[in-house]
């Protein structure tokens, strides 16, 4: 396919093009942010509870240095998840949408495709979170027929691109010789 060719697709809006794209790289920092509020969250009740532990003497001083250097740890990992695991995450997912319907591809540990042919398709949703709405990220949901992952999410898509793939799996495109 040449550049033009591709240009020419993008232009006219066709969502179909069969070709693997990657999410968008917003989802990155917006993941990170998500991984930090719960990073903090649970930094806050480790500090709730050594602080009771210290107050109501439930502890020696030497436990007590013992569960401060674990928290610490803890806290350190929870940081470091946060700001790799995303990172690592949008490698491996990806996303086509073809004539037939749409493939996922996601998971760092297990890796997964999931193919949801058009004729299946129930419903769809585009939803954006407070995190993801000043990234111009959102959330595509689908539902499909069938009782097995019969709701399929696909974080981190370009809002816009979102909006596109949900009108074209529930109505098609005029244009979609591609």
Known sequence: MTEETEESAEERGVIA??????????QIQVERIGGWIFAA????????????GLLFAWYSGTVATWILLGSLAVASFLL????WWPRKEYQYCAYLVNASGMAI??????????????ARVQHTDVSQGPIQRPYGVATLIIHTAGTREAKVEVKGLPHAA???IRDYLIHGEEDDAS
């Open 17 to 26: 093009d069969n070709e693997r794209k990657k999410l968008a790289p917003e």
């Open 105 to 118: 591809w996601s998971g760092i540990i297990w890796r997964k495709v999931t193919s949801i042919p058009k």
């Open 162 to 164: 979102a909006m596109r």
């Open 80 to 83: 470091w998840i946060a700001d």
């Open 41 to 52: 969250v649970v930094i806050l009740l480790m500090i709730i509870q050594q602080s009771l």
